[in-house]
């Protein structure tokens, strides 16, 4: 059983940075397919990007591409996600997920974080 806890999130004016982060205990760490997601008020959860197990493939979705950055520390048991340019619309709970597979499915992922809320004042 792998736990997730995400840490980072907070209140930023648009334009600012943040920077996430998602230890993980319980498992191996380095197997996973790790992937940020997010959920805005009223709206479903959505894919944001993920990193492979080695590190050396990302995908982001469009609306974040350019502006976030998935990272990953396989000695620390941690992903992080920088997100500079930071926009209203940004604002949202971000989950951090593991999974098996590479994929952008929520629902392909196993084990989830708690959450950490962002919030972008315009």
């Known amino acids: 059983q792998v736990q997730l806890v995400e840490s980072g999130g907070g209140l930023v004016q648009a334009g600012g940075s943040l920077r996430l982060s998602c230890a993980a205990s319980g498992g191996s760490f380095s197997i996973y397919t790790m992937g940020w997601f997010r959920q805005a008020p009223g709206k479903e959860r959505e894919f944001v990007a993920y990193i492979t197990r080695s590190g050396d493939i990302t995908a982001y979705a469009d609306s974040v591409r350019g502006r976030f950055t998935i990272s990953r520390d396989n000695a620390k048991n941690t992903v992080f996600l920088q997100m500079n340019s930071l926009k209203s619309e940004d604002t949202a709970i971000y989950y951090c997920?593991?999974?098996?597979?590479?994929?952008?499915?929520?629902?392909?992922?196993?084990?989830w974080g708690q959450g950490t809320q962002v919030t972008v004042s315009s």
């Open positions: 997920a593991s999974a098996r597979v590479v994929r952008v499915t929520a629902n392909s992922y196993e084990y």
